[in-house]
């Protein structure tokens, strides 16, 4: 598939600004605290970063067909990888990114299906692939849009705290 030069048109100079502080620890297979936050989000000019999760949103495929998939999965379902977790930004801009993290920050770039990460566990007797791949900005599986918030956590305290 060819790539557009210029995606957003000719001339544009105000093309979008991210900024996005995550905290998190942890991946869903290990006995420590597991999380992801949005610490503080602001995009200027277009969206640019939807479906931030622990657990990142994926495909799951079979590795080779030996044993069921994790968890039930049918190829093809959505799914939450067990090992990482991540968001999806828009594609035709350059991002920047600090991080604490002791693992490199994985991207793609790519149309097609990419494998994120795999796990044949025969003795558990499962399998799977989790795949990512581009979607469209208006894919319904990216979820809603973010609002800005730049007072830390402010987008989940009516998920966090009980009410009271």
Request: charged share 25%.
């Amino acid at each position: 598939m060819m790539q557009k030069k210029k995606p957003f048109g000719e001339g544009g100079v105000h093309i979008a600004g991210l900024l996005l502080q995550m905290e998190g620890g942890g991946i869903y297979w290990e006995g420590d605290a597991r999380y992801l936050s949005i610490k503080r989000i602001n995009q200027n000019y277009r969206k640019t970063v939807r479906e931030i999760r622990y657990t990142m949103m994926s495909i799951a495929r079979p590795i080779d067909g030996k044993y069921p998939l994790y968890n039930g999965a049918k190829s093809g379902d959505i799914v939450g990888c067990a090992v990482y977790s991540g968001c999806y930004l828009r594609g035709g801009l350059t991002y920047f990114s600090t991080s604490n993290f002791t693992q490199s920050i994985h991207y793609s770039r790519e149309d097609e299906e990419v494998e994120l990460t795999r796990s044949l566990q025969a003795d558990s007797n499962f399998e799977i692939k989790w795949m990512v791949k581009s979607l469209a900005a208006s894919d319904p599986l990216l979820g809603k849009e973010y609002e800005d918030s730049a007072m830390p956590y402010s987008l989940e305290y009516d998920t966090r705290y009980q009410k009271k």
